[in-house]
């Protein structure tokens, strides 16, 4: 089956901790997007992606990092220094040119304890 | 700086009424717009995505238009039922120095009640 996979489905973290979230796809697309939801809001971009060794930031990066070293993988790493992790954490991708069709994951929950 | 609407922000309707929902944005220089479907928890259902050389776009009950001159789309839903619960976003799919990206609207909460 194509398609995206996030995982974990639900990750909690400790003050002061670093967690990455995985996002791989095997649509064959160049493109790959974080974003994050928050209750009430809508969607907002953290890091996205063009192209392997390549990926810039979105509106809200700080106290996140990412790396795109494989076509097929996004991780993103939330950092100790992100304030207010807590969130729903969605990974998409999509054909870097043409249709644009943007096909999302399933989602992580990120909750600091 | 692109900026999308949706309103009503929640809706609740009786099983069988049609509806609409709307999306606006405020720069019309769009490449597309894509409508997605999402579940209490879960990640987004791509919907309907429609071309900015097109002015709409259908498949079964759903009917989504696109007037870029205007910064609108909107979503129709012909029948409605309880299974069409959900929230429903819109994005704009924009051109910027590096690729594109998408900005989403805030998404409206739709109540089919039986």
């Known amino acids: 089956d194509g398609g995206i996979t996030q995982s974990p489905k639900y990750l909690f973290r400790k003050e002061g901790q670093n967690v990455t979230l995985s996002c791989e796809q095997n649509l064959n697309h160049d493109a790959m997007y974080w974003y994050r939801q928050d209750p009430g809001q809508g969607l907002r971009l953290i890091y996205y992606?063009?192209?392997?060794?390549?990926?810039q930031k979105g509106d809200i990066a700080e106290g996140y990092s990412v790396s795109r070293e494989k076509k097929e993988s996004f991780p993103l790493t939330v950092t100790s220094a992100q304030k207010n992790p807590t969130a729903f954490y969605l990974c998409a991708s999509s054909i870097a040119r043409g249709s644009t069709e943007a096909f999302f994951g399933q989602g992580t929950r990120l909750t600091v304890v | 700086k692109q900026e999308v609407t949706q309103i009503p922000a929640a809706l609740s309707v009786p099983e069988g009424e049609n509806l609409v929902l709307n999306c606006s944005f405020t720069d019309s220089a769009i490449y597309n717009l894509q409508w997605f479907r999402q579940d209490p928890g879960k990640g987004l259902t791509s919907l309907l995505l429609?071309?900015?050389?097109?002015r709409e776009q259908t498949s079964g009950r759903l009917n989504a238009s696109l007037d870029k001159s205007s910064g609108r789309s909107t979503l129709y839903i012909a029948a409605s039922q309880p299974g069409d619960s959900a929230t429903y976003l819109c994005?704009?799919?924009?051109?910027?120095?590096?690729?594109?990206?998408?900005?989403f609207g805030p998404g409206t909460r739709l109540s089919v009640l039986p």
């Open positions: 994005a704009v799919i924009k051109k910027g120095n590096y690729g594109q990206n998408f900005v």
């Open positions: 429609i071309q900015s050389s097109q």
């Open positions: 992606s063009q192209i392997v060794n390549d990926f």
